[in-house]
């Protein structure tokens, strides 16, 4: 199973037909800080996580965790209506 960060638009998960994705909303963790998101994802087995946040590498000790994080690149984290 895959989470889609709150900084990236609930849309995006169309893009992944093929695979279980959910949206932080989904799961009702808006505002949830990044640590915790981290431990509820283990809890709840998801295997990796879709995010904006360039500096997730920087505010997480990831040697911790068994899940893959995807930083996505673009020039902005919106998409065309």
């Known amino acids: 199973m895959r989470l889609l960060d709150e900084n990236l638009p609930k849309r995006l998960k169309q893009d992944f037909p093929a695979h279980e994705v959910f949206t932080v909303r989904d799961q009702e963790w808006n505002g ?13 087995e998801f295997d990796d996580l879709l ?4 500096n997730l590498q920087h505010q997480q000790n990831f040697s911790k965790y068994t899940l893959t994080v995807f ?3 673009a020039p902005i984290n919106t998409t065309p209506s």
């Open 32 to 44: 949830i800080k990044n640590g915790e998101l981290l431990k509820r994802m283990l809890g709840a």
């Open 51 to 54: 995010t904006f946040d360039k």
């Open 71 to 73: 930083v996505l690149h």
